[in-house]
T-cell receptor, first 110, second 114 residues
Framework: QKEVEQNSGPLSVPEGAIASLNCTYSDRVSQSFFWYRQYSGKSPELIMSIYSNGDKEDGRFTAQLNKASQYVSLLIRDSQPSDSATYLCAVKNRDDKIIFGKGTRLHILP | EADIYQTPRYLVIGTGKKITLECSQTMGHDKMYWYQQDPGMELHLIHYSYGVNSTEKGDLSSESTVSRIRTEHFPLTLESARPSHTSQYLC?????????????FGEGSRLTVL
């Protein structure tokens, strides 16, 4: 079982709709969770971090964490064409290493 | 804006050559990382460092080596490059404590070995 799992997509969402991206992780003791966005040919950039169960909102982005289910999600409201990118879920594991999932390709349809 | 720099951005070399990919950051971060990423594929951790004179291998076996003599500098060296080393190499750094997982990435070094 991979440490961090994501559906590779592509996930196609109409402009203005809500995009929902999901991630599961295997190390139950993980405490820190991150979402990065990577545009094609560019480096990843951090968009959200979450450490406690529940929701964390930042502008159009909401991260959700459920430690009991070992599940992290990212919601993007009012999706824009500029949101089209690969979204990487990352987890800090028990060895203090940052492990990335394969990423989900998101395509916002104009 | 992140202050982490990688050189060269692009490098094409022949098999058997020795190469060093440079990575420097001006944020005073103790933690630095090297990831390898093929086009459209996932990031693999190949080396990391938690401070000066500290280096560890990551989860993906790599024939490269790293050093950390200064806080701001974390170079990666391949003694004898092979075509299988062709990839994108991404350097990152992070702060301590709660910010330890918030990585700042350089622009990457794309290596092609002929």
């Amino acid at each position: 079982q991979k440490e961090v799992e994501q559906n590779s997509g592509p996930l196609s969402v109409p402009e203005g709709a809500i995009a929902s991206l999901n991630c599961t992780y295997s190390d139950r003791v993980s405490q820190s969770f991150f979402w990065y966005r990577q545009y094609s040919g560019k480096s990843p950039e951090l968009i959200m971090s979450i450490y406690s169960n529940g929701d964390k909102e930042d502008g159009r982005f909401t991260a959700q964490l459920n430690k009991a289910s070992q599940y992290v999600s990212l919601l993007i409201r009012d999706s824009q064409p500029s949101d089209s990118a690969t979204y990487l879920c990352a987890v800090k594991n028990r060895d203090d290493k940052i492990i990335f999932g394969k990423g989900t390709r998101l395509h916002i349809l104009p | 804006e992140a202050d982490i720099y990688q050189t060269p951005r692009y490098l094409v070399i022949g098999t058997g050559k020795k190469i060093t990919l440079e990575c420097s950051q001006t944020m005073g971060h103790d933690k630095m990382y090297w990831y390898q990423q093929d086009p459209g594929m996932e990031l693999h951790l190949i080396h990391y460092s938690y401070g000066v004179n500290s280096t560890e291998k990551g989860d993906l076996s790599s024939e490269s080596t790293v050093s950390r003599i200064r806080t701001e500098h974390f170079p990666l060296t391949l003694e004898s490059a092979r075509p299988s080393h062709t990839s994108q190499y991404l350097c990152a750094s992070s702060g301590q404590g709660a910010l330890a997982g918030e990585l700042f990435f350089g622009e990457g070094s794309r290596l092609t070995v002929l």
